[in-house]
């Protein structure tokens, strides 16, 4: 079993909530404006996962490791931007299990928090929308803080804010990049299995455990001490 934690920090996009459907719609519509050709939905799901900026390069040049000339992506990154700020949360779901995982962190008495690459403009939004903003004491933006992850900086400073040792905290994510920073934090971390990890198999990154549901999650943890 996992150490039972004070403090739980999820991930967002793959996590908490499927957004690809959205930004998908934006990412082809701005390839439209921009006469471009537009890409299957499965494939921008690959893509998702390192904020938005880097989503609309890889589609731009159809690459996950590609980048555009940079007058293309001047033109490209305010047209997604305008779109996707009205169109954060109009086809994004919470994930099956998602409220009840709240609930249950929640009911375990632990601080919880936020902490995304995505920018603060798209994420309050988007979990305000969904009705889930208030569930979190803190919500650590991409944009927030001079690194994001992989970096573990975000984590530390979440801990930090909530007052509790990394030893005694938790994250939750879908991606190598949430696996790192945790690692690089001292964090246990729990993925789930259906997120964004550009179609790797995140068992490869080896996390503590894996879960298909976010309410799968307390039954890891050990029982709270009695008295």
């Not at 001079?146 to 979440?158: D, G, N, Q």
């Not at 007052?163 to 696996?179: C, F, K, L, W, Y």
Request: proline content about 7%.
């Amino acid at each position: 079993m996992l150490q039972r934690p004070k403090l739980i920090l999820i991930d967002l996009d793959g996590t908490l909530v499927d957004s690809v459907p959205d930004l998908a719609w934006c990412v082809n519509e701005t390839l439209d404006r921009l006469g471009m050709a537009r890409h299957p939905e499965s494939a921008i799901r690959q893509w998702v996962g390192n904020g938005v900026d880097r989503l609309v390069e890889r589609a731009l040049v159809n690459d996950i490791d590609g980048m555009p000339e940079a007058d293309l992506r001047a033109r490209a990154l305010p047209i997604f931007y305008e779109l996707y700020a009205e169109h954060t949360a109009k086809r994004s779901r919470l994930y099956p299990g998602v409220e009840a995982g709240l609930d249950a962190f929640a009911a375990m008495g632990c601080h919880l928090g936020c902490v995304t690459n995505k920018a603060e403009r798209f994420t309050l939004p988007l979990l305000e929308q969904l009705g889930i903003l208030g569930r979190f004491g803190l919500v650590v933006s991409g944009d927030q803080l001079p690194e994001r992850k992989p970096s573990p900086r975000p984590l530390l400073y979440a801990a930090e804010h909530f007052r509790v040792a990394p030893g005694d905290s938790t994250m939750i994510g879908d991606s190598r990049s949430d696996v790192a920073a945790a690692r690089a934090a001292g964090f246990q971390i729990v993925c789930m299995s259906y997120g964004y990890n550009h179609g790797i198999d995140i068992r490869e990154e080896q996390p503590d455990a894996v879960v298909d549901a976010m309410n799968e999650i307390p039954a890891l943890f050990e029982p709270q001490a009695a008295g």
